[in-house]
């Protein structure tokens, strides 16, 4: 049985199809035992997201509040088939981790090789940590190349759990990607994409796809806070305080 005690990828009212504050998930994750929340709000080109001096401005909001960790991070839009992302490279060094998805409302799908090539530059982008809800049947990728290329230059496969239920047809994808994950011992984080707080590190469908994978336990990066920080401060030479 996995114990996954942080969630990186959560949403507040700023994405305005969100529903929560950066406080109410801050006291859901302290009475459920979630050690550390990753706040990702959505980049400036999906409608209604944040203008940008919301992601420059996170410095605002202290590391640790009420004895539970935060990550000032947002999921960057990728906007073409580059892998470019819709927050300029200053902002995205700023925060503590960037994830990048690709969305239908911002770019329109391509094809399986545009898929692929937005995935590698990201994977070559050091500004980028995760690769976000990858198991959507509209952006396919070729899965093999992409993730051992994400564990040579560690970066993340998310494992998202919002994508079993949200995502029609993801779940056979997100199942041959943590296969993949293994045979290439690529680091994944298992993320529930809250949209509400009590979607928040509630990982059900994912972890049933690990148990049958018997997938190792070392390669959930996000399986702990400490984990967590000792690898994002090596990665990104942040110092994670408390303060
Ligand atoms: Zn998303
Ligand atoms: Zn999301």
């Known amino acids: 049985m996995y114990e996954i005690k942080t969630d990186i990828h959560t949403h507040t009212i700023e994405s305005r199809h969100a529903y929560c504050t950066i406080g109410e998930y801050v006291a859901q994750a302290k009475k459920i035992g979630v050690e550390l929340v990753g706040m990702t709000d959505h980049g400036p080109a999906m409608g209604g997201a944040p203008h940008f001096y919301y992601f420059l401005n996170l410095?605002?909001?202290?590391?640790?509040?009420?004895?539970?960790?935060?990550?000032?991070?947002?999921?960057?839009?990728?906007?073409?088939?580059?892998?470019?992302?819709d927050l300029e490279d200053r902002i995205l060094k700023k925060l503590d981790v960037v994830i990048a998805s690709m969305h239908e409302s911002v770019i329109i799908p391509g094809t399986m090789e545009d898929h692929t090539n937005a995935y590698l530059n990201i994977v070559h982008n050091p500004l980028i940590d995760v690769i976000g809800h990858s198991g959507n049947p509209n952006f396919k990728y070729d899965y093999e190349r992409v993730i051992a290329e994400c564990a040579k230059y560690d970066t993340i496969v998310e494992i998202n759990n919002h994508s079993f239920e949200f995502r029609r047809g993801s779940a056979a994808n997100c199942k041959e990607i943590a296969r993949l994950c293994k045979k290439y011992g690529t680091y994944i984080a298992v993320n529930s994409?809250?949209?509400?707080?009590?979607?928040?590190?509630?990982?059900?469908?994912?972890?049933?796809?690990?148990?049958?994978?018997d997938f190792p336990e070392e390669k959930i990066i996000n399986r702990n806070a400490r984990v967590l920080l000792d690898f994002l401060s090596k990665k990104k030479g942040i110092r994670f305080t408390g303060e």
Request: proline share 2%; no cysteine.
């Open 59 to 85: 410095s605002a909001i202290p590391h640790m509040v009420d004895g539970v960790w935060i990550l000032k991070g947002a999921e960057a839009n990728v906007i073409d088939f580059e892998g470019n992302v």
């Open 193 to 213: 994409d809250a949209h509400f707080y009590t979607e928040m590190g509630v990982y059900g469908n994912s972890i049933e796809v690990l148990e049958e994978l």
